[in-house]
Nanobody, 125 residues
Framework: QVHLVESGGGLVQAGGSLRLSCAAS????????MGWFRQAPGKEREFVAA????????LYADSLKGRFTISRDNAETALYLQMNSLQPEDTAVYYC??????????????????WGQGTQVTVSS
């Protein structure tokens, strides 16, 4: 079992940027597909981005392409989400997730077995 911990959330003005990080309590994320999801108040959790274990393949929600970038470091110690040109509608709790099913990046939350507790991102207008 892995314990995922997100960090980097906070309050930012519209147009600003934030970089979220996700680390595993055991030290490494391992060679597994990782993803970011978010949940805004009163809405269902939605897919943001995902990355393969090697980092060679990425997948983004269509509405976020060009503004958000997912990456992971070569030492497999952290997952990142760079968020630029943030808008109030990006306000949500952001979760990192891990899939150990041996699949590539997926938009389906059911494919991810392990989840962090989330980090709040608030974008003011």
């Amino acid at each position: 079992q892995v314990h995922l911990v997100e960090s980097g959330g906070g309050l930012v003005q519209a147009g600003g940027s934030l970089r979220l990080s996700c680390a595993a309590s055991g030290g490494t994320l391992g060679a597994y597909t990782m993803g970011w999801f978010r949940q805004a108040p009163g809405k269902e959790r939605e897919f943001v981005a995902a990355i393969s274990w090697s980092g060679d393949s990425t997948l983004y929600a269509d509405s976020l392409k060009g503004r958000f970038t997912i990456s992971r470091d070569n030492a497999e110690t952290a997952l990142y989400l760079q968020m630029n040109s943030l808008q109030p509608e990006d306000t949500a709790v952001y979760y990192c997730a891990q899939s150990r099913r041996g699949v590539g990046p997926s938009i389906r939350s059911i494919m991810y077995e392990y989840w962090g507790q989330g980090t709040q991102v608030t974008v003011s207008s």
